[in-house]
């Protein structure tokens, strides 16, 4: 069963979410990178609903599912974690390492896939990316994702508390790097050890070559590795987007919600 030290985590998720949300937030009002944005809060409040339905659905179909796996692999010693003999703080890394390396792959997965990628593509039509774009999936991508995630916790072996620490280490990272601020010449440095928004910001390209590159979520260790990381002079502007999902009515609730479903040369 899950430890104390778990369920303070489990409670702490939501609170660290809203606070991690309101700092970049904060960040990008006195120092935004692109500082021409318009609509700012009905931008955010559309991406915002999106993540409030996707976070209730997923968590009646999926929360449950997740612990119940992860205390299964736990009770039986089953997962990669378990045949190694490394303690705590080590396994911990370790985990966060392969559950990373996962993503990795899945968000690749997501543009190399016709199928992923309608579903995906929501996420990159974004054509004014800050803060709130982070929160901006759309529910299918988040299904199959979570479905999936359900196996590879049974192959690492991840417990419920390396699980958690993953998550909100991968919320605040993705906000981060989606946030609408510049780091100027500490994102060159920076971006050897973590994603930053420079760098996630040519995978929010408009150009599908520049797109396709920048996958990783936490380490771009794993870009380096692939070959898939991608960099672009800073004074070079980036045009965001999706071409075919420019007009408002993508950028709606309800459009967002279509667009997987809608032929779009893309």
């Not at 890394?93 to 190399?112: E, G, P, Q, S, T």
Request: hydrophobic share 50%; proline share 3%; with cysteine.
């Amino acid at each position: 069963m899950p430890s104390e030290s778990t369920h303070l985590l489990v409670a702490a998720k939501p609170w660290l979410t809203v606070v991690c949300f309101a700092s970049f937030w904060i960040w990008e009002t006195i120092q935004p990178f692109d500082a021409d944005r318009k609509n700012r809060w009905r931008h955010a409040g559309r991406n915002v609903f999106v993540a409030i339905l996707n976070t209730v659905i997923l968590g009646a179909l999926f929360g449950a599912a997740t612990l119940g796996v992860a205390s299964w692999s736990a009770e039986r010693e089953f997962g990669l974690l378990y045949s190694v003999d490394v303690a705590w703080p080590g396994r911990l890394l370790m985990a966060i390492l392969l559950l990373d390396a996962w993503l990795y792959v899945w968000h690749r997965l997501n543009h190399m896939i016709p199928v992923l990628w309608r579903f995906h593509r929501m996420h990159h039509s974004d054509h004014e990316m800050d803060v709130s774009t982070a929160t901006r999936f759309h529910l299918g991508e988040h299904l199959s994702s979570a479905t999936l995630r359900l196996i590879i916790i049974l192959v690492i072996g991840a417990s419920i508390s390396e699980l958690v620490a993953y998550e909100i280490l991968v919320v605040s990272a993705t906000m981060f790097h989606h946030s609408n601020i510049s780091l100027g010449k500490m994102d060159g440095l920076l971006c050897w050890f973590i994603v930053t928004p420079g760098m996630h910001q040519i995978h929010h390209s408009r150009q599908r070559s520049e797109a396709d590159s920048n996958y990783s979520v936490l380490f771009p260790l794993w870009d380096r590795i692939a070959f898939t990381y991608h960099v672009k002079e800073s004074n070079v502007r980036i045009e965001l987007g999706v071409d075919g999902i420019d007009e408002d009515r993508w950028q709606t609730v309800v459009g967002m919600l279509k667009t997987p479903f809608v032929k779009i040369d893309s």
